[in-house]
């Protein structure tokens, strides 16, 4: 049969998004750290768009509440996370401790606050176990061996120089300034570098460094917790309640060189995406914190119901431009660095508790386990019955899920000996 070629007509679509389209989404996806890369790119093809060093800041909020209180902490502070105990129980078990170490161990690791600073004197700790306090501090000199860097410090010098050993060899003037941190805390640079012997610069380099340290580095094991670093937003509590402002020192000034030049239609379309993406991320951002000022101030267990659909729909943008700008972007608070992204959760699935977060309910269960007696750990059942009481229908089998998501072991390996 031969074959007869036919001719027709089909349409078809297809989205080519512009260099400009492609350029905006790009930035308004980036992190404080992409957007540098970014314009650092643009800058070497166009000497029109001129990069400067970001402009001069404060201490973060954190390092300010560092600062108002840099004694050891209380004997009864709070207790630590079930992920930081867990994660801290699991490298003892690795370290081939003797008998009356691993008591000592233990000790140590039940004193730990939520900051992964030691709360009790070692007098105390070597009382309860009824050995030498000098037997106590080689157990803590090996303990403090274990990562992240800073973990059982007794006070925040002692927190900064285990981070700073951690690296290596370090430098003797971050170590010099660690130990003058009451000058820094003054931002008195130029007498601590008389003191020291050493150069204004030099000082300030010794800051930046330090800025880039956790000082409380058992928060890392929190569920909101973001790694340190240079975060996007900046939220501070004040007299007339929570503001929210971008951290600019995150980022390098820009400039449009003057002129008329081939590159400067290009590089004022480069600082006018990063002016409406730095706009949209605060506005974005603003509105996240201004809902979930109670998780703020209290912690995941606080978090309220919240979608990117309803950012969107308060703000009148569209839910994948909320999904861009949170992607990757981080708020420094005074609990530490927290993820715009996990302060979103959605309601629980029944009418039980309709105000009621599904990582709020995440939250409590770790508050929980934290507060057990680790002789006798509390089973997912008791914890979903315990749960109920307080007003959460949960099921033993929601409790094991959310327990696993936040890598915290069963109860038969939860429970501590000593």
């Not at 999904?323 to 420094?332: F, N, P």
Request: charged letters at 25%; hydrophobic letters at 45%; one cysteine or more.
């Amino acid at each position: 049969m031969p074959h007869r070629q036919r001719i027709g007509v089909t349409t078809t679509q297809r989205l080519n998004l512009s260099v400009a389209l492609q350029a905006s989404i790009r930035i308004l996806r980036a992190d404080a750290a992409g957007l540098t890369r970014y314009l650092e790119e643009q800058a070497a093809e166009n000497p029109a768009l001129m990069l400067g060093p970001p402009p001069a800041s404060d201490w973060l909020p954190r390092w300010d509440a560092m600062f108002q209180g840099r004694e050891p902490p209380p004997d009864h502070a709070e207790s630590a996370a079930p992920s930081l105990i867990a994660h801290v129980t699991d490298w003892l078990s690795r370290q081939g401790f003797t008998a009356a170490e691993t008591r000592i161990a233990l000790a140590l690791a039940e004193n730990l606050e939520p900051s992964g600073w030691l709360g009790a004197p070692l007098a105390r700790i070597a009382a309860e176990t009824r050995r030498p306090q000098a037997e106590v501090v080689a157990v803590l000199t090996r303990l403090q061996r274990i990562e992240p860097a800073g973990l059982f410090a007794r006070s925040l010098a002692e927190c900064l120089r285990l981070q700073a050993l951690a690296e290596g060899a370090p430098d003797p003037v971050l170590l010099g300034v660690i130990d003058n941190l009451d000058l820094v805390a003054t931002g008195d640079i130029a007498r601590l570098a008389r003191k020291l012997g050493v150069t204004d610069p030099a000082v300030a380099q010794a800051i930046r460094s330090i800025r880039a340290m956790n000082p409380k580095p058992g928060t890392s094991f929190d569920m909101l917790a973001a790694p340190i670093r240079e975060p996007d937003l900046i939220a501070r509590k004040g007299d007339m309640g929570w503001s929210v402002a971008l951290n600019r020192s995150s980022l390098p000034s820009v400039e449009v060189a003057p002129g008329r030049g081939k590159g400067q239609g290009p590089a004022r379309a480069v600082l006018r995406l990063v002016e409406a993406r730095n706009a949209t991320l605060l506005r974005v951002g603003q509105e996240i914190l201004r809902r979930q000022q109670a998780a703020l101030e209290e912690g995941a267990a606080r978090l309220l119901p919240m979608t990117m659909a309803d950012i969107a729909a308060a703000l009148g943008l569209h839910e994948s431009t909320i999904s861009r700008v949170v992607a990757g972007t981080s708020v420094d608070t005074p609990r530490g660095t927290l993820w715009l992204r996990a302060l979103f959760s959605a309601r629980m699935g029944d009418d039980s508790a309709p105000g009621l977060s599904a990582a709020a309910l995440r939250a409590r269960l770790a508050e929980l386990i934290a507060r057990e007696d680790r002789a006798h750990p509390r089973s997912d059942e008791a914890l979903a019955r315990l749960l109920s009481t307080e007003g959460a229908v949960v099921a033993r089998r929601t409790i094991a899920k959310y327990r696993e998501m936040q890598g915290i072991p069963p109860a038969h390996r939860r429970r501590l000996r000593g």
